[in-house]
């Protein structure tokens, strides 16, 4: 072979960072090949511009890029190579890359399998690459050609990368461009692993005429669901945006506005959500208005998209999220199916859909350590019926219906730490958190498999039911009436709210979980007649059926998987939030939330106005809000840049506290908890520390706080006890006690403890996502500590639509035993209730009933007759690793009190009791999951 070594020599005594290849107008003069080769400009396809580097070679030949690259052992974990190829002829060889130092001396390669025609991502970081790596200063990278001669074309092509995608997608071209091994939990990446799975076959040979019923009948709801749910929107805006991208044939494939991922996307480029938008339009102009020529768009559209990589066996570079701009291309395919049936290249068709549906993974239960599982439910559960249900032979269909039903019910299983899926108190996860914007859409698909395959082989089983009744059921709980409440709203806290599939998710339960002798589960139907009061077919038919709607939910659920708890009276729900070492306290993107710090600051969020019952229709609006003054939160008012985000990326702070959250008796009664600690981050204040607490008893919550200190002399410390925008029918209320205050919905708060200080009026504040200004008329009103507090406190008591006689008797209604940096202990005359929050060490033998208990601790009781009903709870997930992500396992604490006299316990295995040299009682509790220990304490003399 012979080279240009003239060039190489000159170029390689240079340093390149990074050179992204314009094959526009001519050949870069650092790229050569070897004699008897060919490179040349074409315009036959490209992924950018208008021509790609063409390269007609010979067998073993090179192609060869002088571009010295200096690594070092930080670059080397982050650089690598990108490019599209295009190949006309699928074979079984490959290409190989090999990165060669000054000496000729390989030091990385990798293979490109040329196994399909069209074009294929080629992304690997050097890391991932194989070889000596020995030398890390390279002189250039060489392609060698496969053993037959052949032709390909490059382009979009940049190297060296100085930060290769951490989700660069293995494939069919790259089986091991990437290990993952960053976060090995990502589930849009591994497509191809799970195609290796082997797919054993286990259905019969032939199907009985019932079970191609029951096939018949699945397939028709899936044909009801895809009309109800396929997109019209696009109908009149497909065929303009199909002629803006200029789609045409060429060679063998096609010519156009690129496709590709979003990651790589710029201004000339389509992505997958343009792909969806075309075909759902085609398909819904042709399926409803009978358009023939929409049909002939849609297929070309679809051929399109496979040429240029959307297709089996291809990752697009990358292809996370992929799934939230895919979904309607299903239904789309559902409906038009028998046309897809009639088409020459159907298998491509075919195989692209089945592969990108990720059904592979169905051959398998569901991994244990799977993470992220409500993206898959939301965006890919429904694909994965189509696919499952798009093979000709009806064997197939019922095989891969058999392996799907297994998955999904071995999904529906509590997971461990902080990984994404359903947790032991019914949250539900996503970004390492408690997350209802993931969580509304994920329950409505797995609601909608359970209605199409509902009294059939395939239905979810009896325990994945269980599992996915706590989730529905807790979303219920903590929405009002279909809203959750700002500090659970992670980064978009204005908005989110129960889909219309997650309310049907309620009726397709009912069906599925009906008791023997009945149709359906009355609760569950009741349920969804409270949240959809419109006359469904389903609202029909249960109330046909004599059931009625639910009243609203009613007493204290405690939800410490997100350091939260919710409380319900008659119309109103009350929202704790704060966080700790396992509970992140916001999610803070650049331009998501940039002014969310303060949204687990101990909120005391009230949601109980509107019409129906809204976040908005409660005082909750963006425009003119105060980023500051979260009611119930405690936090240093800064001016709106210092609240800005302090980071470039995400930033979702964990406390070093690990004491927050809630408890609760009898279902009724609750009480949070949380030692506040800021974090150290630019603009934090670190040794911003207070003691809170908050106890719900009837219409009255009591707040608690001490120990309030800071250095920061520059900006106000305050506790916000309310702010609501103003409604229409606002009218003002007339103070007559300055510490006494009425919100503009009749809540009072008594303000026993602090200097109180109120505003109403105009307000100017920052939009989270484009800090565009914004105003609003709110009424506002906060407990002021001042700069710098040090050892502040307060307490106050809110009421709940109080009567006047409620209001005369508010603050005897309790009283307050200890309130300090020890423990807050209050005492609840209306209910007998005692309220008890330990955050350190207690030890009073003077008490006539609870004389010890452990740091960080909730205690609760309430005496009855001869016995007391007791609940002890620790809100310490206690999981040894603090990060993202984890698959640890929430672990077992053991938490002790001491009561005087002699008890025995009854109905609690988790409990322990001894008695001591003074004869009382010592009590035992493990407490796991942040889940209170609820027993009945009775008098030895009661037993004797």
């Given amino acids: 072979m012979k080279c240009l070594f003239f060039l190489f020599f000159l170029l390689s005594t240079l340093y390149v960072q990074a050179e992204k290849y314009d094959f ?82 390989v030091q990385f390669q990798f293979s490109f399998h040329l196994a399909a025609t069209g074009w294929r991502a080629c992304w690997i970081g050097f890391k991932h690459m194989q070889g000596k ?81 029951t096939l018949q009948r699945i397939m028709e709801k899936v044909s009801d669901y895809c009309r109800e749910n396929l997109s019209r929107k696009y109908i009149s805006q497909a065929t303009s945006l199909f002629e803006s991208c200029h789609i045409q044939k060429s060679g063998n494939g096609y010519i156009g506005k690129p496709l590709v991922a979003p990651d790589e996307k710029s201004a000339e480029d389509i992505t997958w959500q343009d792909v969806e938008n075309m075909l759902s339009g085609f398909a819904a102009d042709y399926l409803f208005n009978g358009n023939l020529h929409a049909r002939e768009l849609y297929f070309e559209t679809f051929r399109y998209a496979i040429n240029q990589g959307f297709a089996y066996g291809s990752g697009m570079g990358t292809n996370h999220h992929y799934g939230y701009q895919t979904r309607q291309i299903y239904l789309s395919a559902w409906l038009m199916r028998k046309e897809i049936c009639q088409q020459p290249d159907k298998k491509d068709i075919m195989d692209m859909l089945t592969y990108w549906s990720g059904i592979q993974e169905t051959r398998k239960p569901c991994k244990e350590g799977r993470d992220e599982l409500l993206d898959t439910w939301h965006t890919l559960l429904i694909p994965k019926v189509i696919a499952a249900l798009l093979p000709e032979k009806d064997t197939e269909k019922a095989h891969r219906m058999t392996q799907l039903s297994q998955w999904l019910s071995s999904s529906l299983r509590f997971t461990p730490g902080t990984l994404g899926g359903i947790k032991v108190d019914g949250t539900a996860f996503h970004h ?24 059939t082989p395939y239905q979810i089983t009896p325990q994945g039911r269980t599992v996915f009744r706590l989730a529905l059921e807790s979303m219920r709980n903590y929405c009002n009436w279909q809203e959750w409440a700002l500090s659970l709203g992670g980064r978009h806290p204005f908005s989110g709210n129960m889909e219309k599939s997650d309310i049907e998710a309620f009726a397709m339960l009912a069906l599925a979980e009906k008791k023997e002798g009945q149709a359906f589960d009355r ?109 119930g939160t405690t936090t240093i008012h800064l001016p709106f840049h210092l609240l800005d985000s302090p980071r470039k990326g995400t930033t979702m702070v964990r406390s070093k506290e690990n004491f927050s959250g809630c408890s609760s008796l009898k279902g009724k009664y609750g009480l949070f908890a ?17 003691r809170k607490s908050v106890a719900c008893f009837g219409n009255r919550i009591i707040c608690l706080g001490s120990g309030i200190h800071n250095s920061n002399s520059d900006y106000p410390t305050e506790t916000t006890l309310f702010q609501c925008a103003l409604p229409k029918n606002y009218k003002r209320y007339i103070q007559t006690d300055p510490q006494i205050l009425r919100d503009p919905f009749g809540n009072y708060f008594y303000v026993k403890d602090g200097e109180v200080q109120q505003a109403e009026g105009l307000q100017h504040s920052f939009h989270n996502k484009n800090k565009k200004a914004t105003e609003g008329n709110f009424l506002t009103a906060w407990i002021n500590h001042g700069k710098a507090p040090q050892n502040a406190q307060y307490e106050y008591l809110i009421l709940l639509q109080p009567t006047a006689e409620e209001r005369k008797g508010a603050l005897e209604s309790y009283t307050i035993q200890q309130h300090d940096n020890q423990a807050h202990i209050l005492f609840d005359k209306l209910t007998q209730v005692t309220a008890c929050a330990f955050f350190e060490t207690y030890n009073c033998t003077q008490a006539p009933f609870l004389q010890k208990a452990d740091a960080e601790t909730l205690v609760m009781y309430k005496p009855e007759g001869q016995s007391v009903w007791l609940s002890i709870c620790s809100p310490n997930l206690n999981i040894s690793e603090k990060t993202y992500t984890t698959a640890q396992p929430s672990r077992p604490l053991i938490k002790q009190i001491t009561v005087k006299g002699k008890w025995t316990v009854a109905d609690n295995p988790q409990i322990r009791f001894l008695y001591d040299s003074d004869g009382n009682t010592v009590i035992q509790a493990t407490c796991q999951d942040g889940q209170p220990q609820e027993f009945r304490l009775t008098s030895v003399q009661q037993t004797e």
């Fill in 24 to 105: 526009e107008d001519a050949i870069p003069s650092s790229i050569q090949t070897t004699e008897g080769n060919h490179i040349s400009l074409s315009t036959t396809y490209y992924k950018e511009g208008g021509k790609s580097l063409e390269w007609d070679y010979q067998p073993q030949s090179y192609l060869i890029f002088h571009v010295p690259v200096q690594l070092n052992s930080s670059t080397v974990q982050n650089y690598g190579i990108t490019l599209w190829i295009y190949n006309e002829i699928p074979q079984k060889d490959s290409l190989r890359f090999e990165f060669l130092d000054k000496k000729g001396t």
């Fill in 133 to 213: 790596k020995e030398n890390l200063s390279l002189a250039q990278c060489r392609i060698t050609s496969p053993a037959t001669k052949g032709k390909i074309y490059l382009d979009r092509m940049t190297y060296p990368v100085k930060k290769i995608n951490d989700r660069t997608t293995p494939d069919k071209q790259m089986p091991d461009n990437n290990s993952l091994s960053s976060r090995n939990l990502w589930h849009w990446c591994r497509l191809w692993e799970w195609e290796q799975y082997e797919d054993l076959p286990n259905g019969p040979k032939k199907l009985t005429t019932q079970e191609k019923e």
């Fill in 432 to 455: 390492g958190g408690f997350y209802p914007g993931y969580t509304t859409g994920a329950l409505g698909a797995v609601g909608s498999y359970i209605g199409f395959t509902l009294d």
């Fill in 523 to 631: 609760q569950l139907a009741a349920d969804y007649l409270r949240l959809q009061p419109n006359p469904t077919v389903m609202h029909n038919y249960f109330v046909a059926e004599g059931c009625q709607a639910a009243s609203n939910p009613e007493g204290f659920f405690v939800f410490n998987y997100g350091s939260a708890g919710i409380y319900r009276y008659g119309k109103y729900m009350v929202t704790l939030k704060g966080y700790n070492t396992d509970v992140w306290g916001a999610e803070i993107y650049q331009k998501d939330n940039r002014y969310g710090r303060y949204q687990s600051y101990g909120a005391v969020l009230l949601m109980g106005n509107g019409k129906p019952v809204s976040r908005k229709g409660s005082g909750f609006k963006e425009e003119g809000w105060d980023w500051n003054r979260l009611p």
């Fill in 674 to 690: 949380m030692k506040l600690t800021e974090g150290e981050l630019p603009n934090f204040t670190p040794d911003f520390v207070a």
